[in-house]
């Protein structure tokens, strides 16, 4: 929002006067554009660059289960950017939520995109159009952009493995917990 010129001049002592037909700069995540893949082979194309270029472990992707999964292409300008994959966990929490939920499972982005809001914008839209309200995520990774996650509303939830971590939005803490303790007792029983 742009202020009046009069007012920016009281408030800065005429040091700098913007022009009144100034807009914002456009981010990067605001000229995102998201699409839905929907043909196997670019689904296998994305997970093979994500499968390359992870560090940590990975475990071996079975695509014919990807039936309650879907991936999310971000572009601009025609170009392909990163994904996402959001997998929907509604049967897992039925439950315990009465609406949709999705969990990102991972998202890359390639090199040369990089800390642009690529992740930002494919992030949102999957919260948005898609429920998402769980992500796993490296611990490290979690920690050490801890702002970050908290400000896009994830918080640290607990952790699976010295190496991973659950994060959830903070309408979600109270189903997650409930699940958890269900889960737990199905184990111990068995």
Request: aromatic letters at 16%.
């Amino acid at each position: 929002m742009l202020m009046h010129e009069s007012i920016f001049n009281t408030l800065n002592g005429n040091s700098f006067s913007p022009s009144i037909n100034t807009i914002r700069k456009s981010s990067l995540i605001d000229l995102i554009e998201v699409k839905k893949v929907t043909k196997l082979a670019e689904i296998i194309k994305w997970i093979d660059r994500f499968c390359k270029s992870y560090t940590g472990n990975v475990n071996k992707f079975n695509y014919c289960n990807f039936i309650d999964e879907k991936i999310f292409v971000a572009t601009y300008q025609g170009k392909e950017l990163g994904y996402t994959r959001v997998t929907d966990m509604t049967k897992s929490f039925s439950e315990f939520s009465g609406d949709k939920v999705s969990r990102i499972a991972e998202s890359y982005v390639k090199p040369a995109y990089r800390s642009q809001g690529v992740v930002t914008a494919l992030h949102r839209y999957a919260v948005k159009y898609e429920n998402v309200r769980i992500m796993r995520i490296e611990t490290y990774r979690f920690f050490k952009k801890k702002a970050y996650f908290e400000s896009e509303g994830f918080f640290y939830a607990y952790s699976i493995s010295d190496e991973m971590c659950i994060i959830c939005t903070r309408d979600f803490f109270e189903p997650l917990a409930a699940y958890n303790k269900v889960m737990a007792a199905r184990v111990k029983s068995s």
